[in-house]
């Protein structure tokens, strides 16, 4: 079994910057991408950033330019800094990882519990 739990989530002002993180554990075999959402409650959740284990990215349109992805592989780590917030920034914030575990021969999709990102005005 593989559990992502995240956090860095919080309330900040207009402008502001903020670090998630999220990590993996468990019995994992190997990790292909992982990434963040978000999702405000009643909508469809959206992808912000992603980063397969290649280092290849892609961003929400809207975040460009603002937000970063990055991963340490050696703690089975995803990472998105904020930079730059804007109150349209505020919801809650997924992990996501595609993740083989040990003893199986597929990835699995896996997600965390959520973070929440309050951006004030």
């Known amino acids: 079994q593989v559990q992502l739990v995240e956090s860095g989530g919080g309330l900040v002002q207009a402008g502001g910057s903020l670090r998630l993180s999220c990590a993996a554990s468990g019995r994992i075999a190997s990790i292909n991408a992982m990434g963040w959402y978000r999702q405000a409650p009643g909508a469809q959740r959206e992808l912000v950033a992603v980063m397969t284990s290649g280092g290849s990215t892609n961003y929400a349109e809207s975040v460009k330019g603002r937000f970063s992805i990055s991963r340490d592989n050696a703690k089975n780590t995803v990472y998105l800094q904020m930079a730059s917030l804007k109150p349209e920034d505020t919801f809650v914030y997924y992990c996501?990882?595609?993740?083989?575990?040990?003893?199986?021969?597929?990835?699995?999709?896996?997600w965390g519990q959520g973070t929440q990102v309050t951006v004030s005005s």
């Open positions: 996501n990882a595609n993740i083989r575990s040990s003893g199986d021969y597929i990835l699995r999709n896996y």
